[in-house]
């Protein structure tokens, strides 16, 4: 049984009753095209993926238009190496005007939609658009401002813990709910893109649920939905994935994206892993029960005469359960059988004459 009330976002309800709720992240893999970000939306409904997020930011209102020193991007690893904060933001931004398109595209396709605002504007906005639920992008996680302003709005809260250390995450946890947020989920995050499923150290999951009592998920930079799977098994009741048409077609995060059979065989391998979990549980099921009749039991595998002594060589375990366990043969072993049997019969205390 659940410990806590689930959490209800759109008509969705998030929490260890209920199958995972997975998030499929656009980000900018749109590729500045409107019509495939449409596309994006109607390929992860049809996946069973139950919402899908933006990303509410301009470059302006991420950093300055500067191309010199830390301004640019220079680890040698780094996916983005090279490139200006500025412009790389410029490419990756989903223009305003089409969050409404859209999320009424969402609506139309029963998909939760939902947005991570950058900055006091945008989170107005939002508001503007009536969003249903905020989430806070790991490198915000530390700005209080922000998530006091998102908080505010009463709405449900969703925040990636990427880099964040354990007072780091209790000063925004209280900033949150002493601000208004009532219903809120943290996801384990691990910011580097792509991220590696030894870096991910979900085993952090119920750490978080322990310490936070609230709903925790995973943000999963992996490949691939290894990663997903093991979350779920350790109480994860949110996932949230990169999401692209075609990694092929490029983009600022298309290279760590799943693709439409991935994010649906996501959908299908998180929710089983959900199932598997159950409850503590020992001895048959029901519907174990029925496989009880091809236990070994002891039978008797020659014919006998009452009298008769049993030995190895008339009684043996073998398939089907129908006789003792195989715990007694050693008690059987040199007593007489009470009555005639012929092979084939189930070994029975009366036939041991102790019935």
């Not at 200006?84 to 933001?89: H, M, R, T, V």
């Not at 990756?92 to 089409?98: K, L, Q, R, V």
């Not at 609506?107 to 939760?112: A, F, M, N, T, Y």
């Not at 030995?311 to 050693?330: C, D, H, S, W």
Request: glycine share 8%; charged share 25%.
């Amino acid at each position: 049984m659940d410990k806590k009330p689930p959490i209800v976002i759109a008509d969705r309800c998030i929490g260890s009753g209920h199958p995972p709720f997975v998030i499929a992240e656009m980000s900018g893999n749109h590729n500045h095209s409107l019509e495939r970000a449409l596309e994006i939306v109607e390929a992860a409904a049809a996946t069973g993926a139950h919402a899908l997020k933006l990303q509410t930011y301009t470059a302006d209102t991420m950093t300055l238009n500067i191309r010199e020193r830390e301004f640019v991007i220079e680890d040698a690893k780094s996916l983005w190496k090279g490139r200006s904060l500025y412009d790389l933001y410029q490419e990756a931004h989903t223009p305003w005007e089409w969050h409404k398109p859209i999320f009424d595209r969402c609506r139309e396709l029963g998909l939760v939609y939902l947005s991570t605002p950058f900055d006091d504007t945008s989170v107005d906005f939002l508001e503007s658009l009536d969003v249903p639920c905020y989430k806070i992008a790991s490198f915000e996680n530390t700005d209080l401002p922000l998530i006091r302003k998102v908080a505010a709005t009463g709405k449900p809260m969703i925040i990636s813990t990427g880099m964040a250390t354990i007072a780091e995450l209790d000063e925004t946890v209280r900033a949150a709910r002493e601000s208004g947020c009532k219903d809120l989920i943290l996801l384990k995050c691990t910011s580097t893109y792509p991220a590696t499923p030894e870096n991910t150290n979900v085993l952090t999951i119920p750490h978080l649920c322990e310490l936070f009592n609230c709903e925790v998920g995973l943000s999963d930079h992996t490949m691939g939905m290894g990663v997903s799977v093991a979350a779920v098994a350790l109480g994860a009741t949110v996932i949230e994935k990169h999401f692209t048409l075609c990694r092929a077609d490029g983009g600022v995060d298309s290279s760590f994206s799943l693709e439409p059979a991935e994010l649906g065989s996501l959908v299908v391998e998180t929710e089983r892993a959900w199932q598997s979990l159950g409850k503590v549980s020992y001895g048959p099921t029901e519907k174990e029960k029925k496989s009880l009749a091809f236990r070994r039991t002891l039978y008797v595998v020659q014919d006998m005469r009452a009298g008769d002594v049993f030995t190895p060589e008339n009684v043996r375990a073998i398939r089907p359960g129908f006789g003792l366990p195989p715990k007694y043969q050693e008690v059987v072993m040199g007593r007489h059988i009470s009555c005639d049997a012929n092979k084939g019969t189930p070994l029975s205390f009366e036939l041991l004459g102790m019935g």
